[in-house]
């Protein structure tokens, strides 16, 4: 029987989903905080520096992967604690739209940022 | 039959001494991942200062975007704030690391000591951290 | 029932006594008797249980009673209960039946922790013994607890062995290796006895998660190669609906409480992980 992808269930590509982003933020997240508190310290912040960083693809395009795996990880993991919680129904429908919008105007606006900081555009 | 008695789901809570580390690895992964997407809307919130910087003022430093992150960079609470920032963050990173293993179904006979560890390790990592995030301002 | 020693029984005049003290109500026979045990016992044990019956007057609040057992070597907390029922008072309510922590009648919480009583030492307990139906279910009585939610989420993953095909001939077997029979011994351990589920707070805070015991089942099933592919590719999809395996959050209390020892959590997890490779098969 052919199968594609798209026969993930609901709960399955969540799941999977939420522990590739997982793998993932492990090392962005760590990389983040170590250059910008360890290498360059967070008190010399300077639009300049910053520019600087964001000017360059490939630090560029990490940080819009990490903006938008942290922002998925993050929004899948509170749907998941509130529906463990007992959250259901209409309700639960309800919560999920309001959390994808948040999702996407976090992603939205943390786009708008990083080309704001970035001579690349 | 006649009515029964509906205990709730309170004293799940009220019995916390009696938590194993599996259940505490929950909770504090469920805590500290709220912190840190609480911490994610406010960061982009404030970075969004970099919106409409005016290139004449970058120079000096003295644009909104510089002015606002160095400023916020002068109080003792913030760096208070950043310290606890870093623990979640990094206890959130060491258990997740856990889960994924418990995922993968490796080691799961030592589940509870991993957390043990991961505690320990955020605290450890945490401490070595202080000198960095504090200088400058104690 | 003239030479026999008057049963203590629930009667209608004594309902709106107070009862502070369960020894009140005791014959003066009854009590020396007791008495004796307690005096000839190496030492006497302190049990606190949970009370409560909705039917009647004096019992409504649920509240704890206090019984002196005596104690010897050996002795399981059933005993313990059942001398409570048999000397002090004949309507404390409680299931039991093997005895021997193979029929899952008598999973309660034995301080503070989900354990058949009668598989749990009174002498490895610690002083007094505080006995509570178990947590997150609607108690009926005393220490009996509605099942009946547990019952149906067992029912919902068909826990029985249902082959795609049999075998040809009448009298062949349907062959299992000994490795797979290993990988699904443990699974085949459950006892329903509920202890896993009342230990979840995930089960506790969603009524449509199906709970370690029922995806523990569905594992044992899935797992046995006897079965067939196409089985096992039903048996996934049930479980990983959302509110099958994907609800566990790696808690493992679950797995902490099973008196069988059987490794919940780790079950769980390997089904996340056949539904996960079941379904990025799309070539």
Known sequence: MAKHYSSFKRGNWRWFVQRITAVFLIGALAFHFVTLHFVNHAANISFAGTQARMSEIGYFSLMVTFLVAGAFHGVNGVYNGLVNAGLSGRPKKIVAGILIVATLLLIGQGLRVAVAMSTLF | ?138 | MSTQIEQETEVEEEQTESRESVAERISDQRREQIQEDLDSAEKTVELKIFRYDPEIEGKKEPRFDSFTVPFHRGMTTLDALIYARDKYDSSLTFRHSCRQAVCGSDALFINSQQRLACKTQVGELEHPIRIEPLPHQDVVKDLVVDMQHFYEQMHAVEPYFDPDELPDGELEEQRQTPENREKVKLSTRCIWCGACMSSCNIAAGDNEYLGPAAINKAYRFAMDEREGSDRKKERLRIVEQEHGVWRCQTQFSCTEVCPKDIPLTEHIQALKRESIKNNLKFW
């Open chain 2, 1 to 138: 039959m006649a009515q029964s008695y509906d205990r709730g789901t309170v004293e799940s809570f009220g019995r916390w001494r009696e938590f194993q580390a599996g259940m505490w690895a929950w909770i504090l992964h469920k805590l500290t991942g709220w912190i840190l997407v609480g911490y994610l809307f406010t960061h982009i919130a404030v970075l969004s200062t970099a919106i409409g910087v005016d290139p004449g003022t970058t120079a000096a430093g003295m644009d909104t975007y510089t002015q606002t992150l160095q400023g916020l960079e002068e109080l003792l609470i913030v760096r208070f704030l950043e310290i606890g920032l870093l623990a979640v963050a990094v206890f959130h990173i060491l258990n997740g690391i856990r889960l994924l293993f418990v995922d993968l179904g490796l080691g799961l006979d030592v589940q509870d000591t991993s957390f043990y560890a991961s505690l320990v390790l955020t605290a450890l990592i945490t401490l070595s951290s202080l000198p960095t995030f504090l200088g400058g301002v104690l």
